[in-house]
């Protein structure tokens, strides 16, 4: 497999076949696995082997496929899924810290990730400064001797800033601190998290790894000592874990993923460019568009833009509302990575929950709305997109 390609890795990394020779990988739907005598359970809750299963909390086969073929495609010696996105941050976390450490994190971070920083970890003594990601020298200054962990999202929702890993983690290294990123937007298709100093990439395997909107996992991916010996303890024993159906659809997700997000990516760059200077347009963001601010880093270190597009338009909230209100092929929702275009207004929804202030420290203004671009023909996309923006 070293030598195979990611979209080679993608469809055949971690298959495990059973004694049937089944072509499509099994689902294993079981919680519990029968030993042949009471000294082979003994000899199995001292140490299992890779292919020795005890409780599905713990593993599971078809789990287990999932982890070996997201690492592959990552490029990480070993991965832990988990059962949603979120819990796979609060385990990339919790995992590792303990009271008095000190996490210093990017500021503009998915809803959920900023109330496991903001509101649970100060509860069980541990320290948490927010930077501006973009600003390296507000990263400097807050990465301190004693800082046990930098976290940060990148690209971050919904204003598309790109942090310049490569710099935060050689910051974060200098003081011996994990560095774990939120990799959602990069997609495991366009992502060098690792190859840029990442210790661990986590994903919310609903959105691009699913791909089709189906169901809820996610998964932690990093070095086999970090996940084995710190993750999987956490995961398995506070419950965490992905079930095998969900792991199943995540694994035949894989299989496709590579085609998808570059198709996806491929309509997002097209509407981004053709939409730049509507004039019911304040402002179009995607990173692989020469005007945005971090153009050089988003170049750097993804190798495309990624699916998503976010668009303040003109007259805020009203304006906004009537956008969303008058397409057609695109529809309202709040996922992301689906093969269906998803339009998002987060004032009002995604980051309803932050004042005034907090929003308009992020950037997210009431005109402000997040494009998730699916498979639909591009045309087909742009002609919805200018139609609805001609309402207003
Ligand atoms: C969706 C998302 C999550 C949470 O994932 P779930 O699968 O919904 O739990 C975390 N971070 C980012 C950046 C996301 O987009």
């Known amino acids: 497999m070293e ?35 009471a000294e082979q359970a003994e000899a199995r809750f001292i140490e299992s082997g890779p292919d020795e299963f005890i409780y599905a909390r713990y593993g599971n086969p078809t789990v287990a496929m999932f982890e ?32 008095g450490d000190h996490v210093v994190s990017s500021r503009a971070l998915f809803g959920s990730c900023l109330y496991i920083l903001e509101e649970i970890l100060p509860r069980f003594g541990v320290e948490v400064t927010f930077v501006d990601g973009t600003d390296l020298d507000q990263w400097r200054g807050a990465i301190r001797d004693d800082t046990t962990m930098v976290f940060l999202e990148t690209v971050a929702n919904p204003t598309l800033e790109v942090i310049d890993l490569k710099s935060v983690a050689e910051l974060a290294k200098a003081k011996g601190a994990l560095v774990v990123v939120d990799n959602v937007f990069a997609t495991p298709v366009f992502s060098k998290a690792v190859e840029l100093g990442a210790d661990l ?14 169901c809820l996992g996610g998964v932690i991916c990093g070095t086999r000592e970090m996940i084995r010996k710190k993750i999987e303890p956490y995961l398995k024993h506070t419950g965490g874990s992905l079930s095998p159906f969900n792991a199943w659809i995540m694994l035949k997700g894989l299989e496709t993923i590579d085609l998808r997000c570059r198709a996806q990516a491929e309509t ?27 153009y050089g880093i988003a170049t750097e270190q993804m190798s495309a833009g ?73 045309d087909d996309l742009l002609a919805d997109l200018k139609r609805a923006l001609d309402v207003i």
């Open 268 to 294: 997002a760059l097209k509407i981004a460019q053709a939409l730049e200077g509507h004039p019911a347009l304040n402002a179009v963001l995607y990173p692989y568009l020469t005007s945005h601010p971090q």
């Open 201 to 214: 990439v986590v994903y919310s395997a609903t959105k691009h790894i699913d791909g089709q909107g189906r």
């Open 68 to 99: 070996e073929r997201i690492a592959a495609l990552e490029g990480t010696e070993d991965a832990f899924a988990t059962a949603s996105g979120m819990a796979a941050v609060n385990g990339s976390l919790c995992a590792f810290l303990k009271a």
């Open 306 to 378: 990624g699916t998503v597009i976010s668009m303040d338009i003109k007259g805020g909230q009203d304006a906004a509302f009537k956008v969303l209100n008058a397409l057609e092929i695109v529809t309202i929702s709040n996922n992301l990575g689906d093969s269906k275009s998803i339009i998002t207004h987060p004032t009002t929804t995604t980051h309803q929950r932050l004042t005034e202030e907090q929003r308009a420290e992020l950037g997210i203004t009431r005109g402000l709305v997040r494009l998730s671009v699916g498979l639909e023909d591009a």
């Open 3 to 37: 030598d195979w390609a990611p979209r080679t890795r993608n469809v055949h990394a971690g298959t495990r076949r059973s004694q049937y020779g089944e072509m499509s990988e099994a689902i294993f739907m079981t919680q519990g696995f029968v030993y042949e005598t």
